[in-house]
């Protein structure tokens, strides 16, 4: 089998391409292999769908976590009928066992959040602040002089401060990241908490409506004209 996250949740949100995910589809197919998506930090947090509902892809297994609990401990995973009829004690199944399975207090939490997401536009909200966030930091920082860009959907979005988008690891590294750490730590010290290491990125939840743009704003102008000068 092949496992891969289609968005890395820790590189910054690296996206693959659609195309790429297609073909790596096909060659599994072609030599028999099962392609298992990692969607533990993107599913019930980029789309309804998860990732695949962005790309147009059906994993043959997918894993799922996170969100999906709203902060209990719970991980599940699902897939092709055939792939999932192969699970079980029997004579050449697969045993699968799990030191929390059907915990009742993590799963009625999973359930609860699942219920929300599915009923309301909670995704959404949080999709729509994103956008403003990445807004907001692209201004700011360009009028700072700060080459910035930025990977992945806006409810996870990866800030890369350097000309061009990453597209692998090796990306990555090329870009400021002695920089976006005194940036990250100067917006911790002023409030906004997130990870000092550019590789984790900017999650949102749908409590994020609330933040005031302005002060956002602002400290993010303080944060980076403080970095520049350290």
Known sequence: CVILEPIIGNAGSISATPEWLAMLKSLCHQHGALLVLDEVKTGFRV??????????????????????????????????????????????????????????????????????????????????????????????????????????????????????????YRDWRKTDNRLYEKFAWAMIDRGVMLEPDSREPW????????LDLDWFAQVTRDAIAHALKT
């Open 47 to 168: 789309a309804k769908g998860g990732a695949q509902s962005l790309y147009g892809l059906h994993a043959d297994l997918t894993t799922f976590a996170k969100a999906m609990g709203n902060g209990y401990p719970v991980a599940a995973f699902g897939g092709r009928a055939d792939v999932m009829d192969r699970i079980g004690s029997f004579k050449g199944g697969v045993v699968h066992g799990g030191t929390y399975s059907a915990n009742l207090i993590a799963l009625s939490a999973a359930n609860a959040t699942l219920d929300i997401l599915m009923n309301t536009p909670a995704l959404e909200v949080a999709h729509h602040v994103g956008s403003q966030l990445m807004a907001i930091l692209k201004s700011t920082l360009h009028e700072a002089g700060v080459p910035v860009q930025f990977a992945g959907p806006p409810s996870m979005f990866g800030v890369h401060l350097g000309e061009s988008v990453p597209t692998n």
């Open 203 to 210: 999650f949102l939840c749908e409590a994020h409506q609330t």
